[in-house]
């Protein structure tokens, strides 16, 4: 069995945060109903790059999880999500404050439904405090959360990811928060046993939790951390190099003895001795020195040769990758860290591989995203024991998309 077999998620949720956690939930077995509008679809469809009408990002994003259309602010549909939270351990969701309550779904009435459910909410804010209103995406809790104000060149502008950073690390979060609140769901010795809860996730505080101790610093020391391009306030060297070929690398020397390591092996062991070397924080005061011994012996090495090198001396260094160095890749390979699944409509496609090992219970992609509505026929007859003369009614009526019908 799978580590969550037994486990039945609904994923409300629109984009990525929410539906991350999901995805996460799913990888290791869990049940995972991803509820969609029945005309307009998740807004993942139309996300991103496509292949033959297909997003990949919904395929990547929805894998391992069944696909009911479904109309929740409709009293019909509203009554069916309601029948369905019976059956269910998990909910999770990213409307505004004051959606669900509106639709008549309420985490007062859903506990009452089912008094175990774990309800996830996930928004831009968070459900409280002035902002709670405000629409929420990832852009604004990188730059409101600091990440941006620390990201770039200390001369350039604040610097955004190219990717949905914060929503990432929110749906990480939001799945460990999950899986918190269940394990206090079944722990005889909480006060909380047998009881469900609601768990509300912003997108600011996850990534703000990555950042370190920002807040710490500036109340004690009233020192407001900055950019400092690839380099970093805390040790050096630090930074990006370029090779003789043109490739990248990228070095730490956190610990005084890698540092040690990399300085005699470009040939300036001189600088170990001095009194300066021991502690990262003011290497960083010499970091220009440093820096112009390195880049000057790297780039004149090929990427392959300085690799050699600094795994020869134990020194800290990996090549900077595109995606087609990932997959080429020896050590993902072994790990099969980006793997190969079969899709409907695609065929074979790559993509990433779950998350992390279990050794007893290991996770696995069963199927890639779904076409719309592709289970509300299966999951409305055989959880809700709907006939199909009704499906049918709710088809027509809006209230559902039935692929089968």
């Known amino acids: 069995m799978a580590a969550l077999s037994g486990l039945r998620v609904l994923d409300c949720a629109t984009l990525f945060a929410g539906p991350t956690a999901s995805l996460m939930l799913g990888d290791f077995g869990a049940d995972v109903i991803k509820i969609e509008h029945p005309e307009k679809g998740d807004s993942v469809r139309q996300h991103g790059f496509k292949k033959e009408g297909q997003s990949l990002w919904w395929l990547y994003l929805s894998r391992n999880k069944k696909s009911l259309a ?57 459900q409280t405090g002035p902002y709670k209103s405000r629409p929420g995406f990832g852009t604004l809790a990188e730059a409101m959360s600091g990440f941006a104000e620390l990201t770039g060149s200390p001369e350039g502008p604040p610097t955004l990811p190219a990717f949905g950073l914060a929503d990432a690390i929110a749906g990480i979060a939001t799945a460990q928060a999950i899986m918190t609140a269940l394990f206090a769901l079944n722990n005889p010795r909480s006060e909380s046993f047998a009881k469900g809860q609601v768990i509300d996730t912003s997108l600011i505080e996850p990534i703000m939790a990555t950042l370190g101790p920002q807040a710490l610093i500036f109340d ?121 699944v079969q899709d409907d409509s695609l065929g074979t496609i790559l993509m990433q591989n779950v998350m992390y090992k279990l050794s007893r219970t290991p996770g696995e992609i069963r199927f890639t995203g779904r076409p719309k509505g592709n289970d509300t026929h299966t999951i409305l007859q055989e959880l809700l024991h709907l006939e199909s003369a009704e499906i049918l009614t709710l088809h027509k009526e809006k209230v559902i998309f039935d692929a089968r019908a």
């Not at 029948?83 to 985490?107: A, C, Q, Y």
């Not at 009194?275 to 090929?302: C, K, M």
Request: proline share 6%; with cysteine.
């Open 70 to 126: 479904l109309d929740l602010s409709s009293p019909r549909g509203a009554e069916i999500l309601m029948k369905l939270v019976m059956h269910s351990d998990v909910l999770i969701e990213n409307f505004r404050p004051g959606t669900l309550e509106k639709w008549g779904l309420g985490p007062n009435i859903l506990l009452e439904i089912n008094p175990r459910l774990v309800i996830a909410r996930v928004t831009g804010f968070g």
């Open 220 to 340: 004690q020391l009233g020192v407001k951390q900055r950019r400092t391009g690839n380099r970093t306030a805390n040790n050096a060297p630090r930074n990006t190099y370029q090779t003789r070929d043109k490739k990248w690398v990228a070095i730490s020397t956190s610990a005084p003895s890698i540092a040690a390591r990399v300085m005699t092996l470009v040939e300036h062991p001189e600088v170990i001795d001095e009194p300066w070397f021991n502690e990262g924080r003011t290497r960083v005061e010499h970091a220009d020195e440093l820096d112009s011994y390195i880049a000057e012996w790297i780039s004149q090495r090929d990427c392959v040769d300085v690799i050699s090198a600094f795994s020869k001396a134990e020194a800290a260094v990996a090549p900077i990758y595109d995606i087609e160095d990932i997959i080429n890749d020896p050590q993902i390979q072994a790990r099969e860290t980006i793997t190969r």
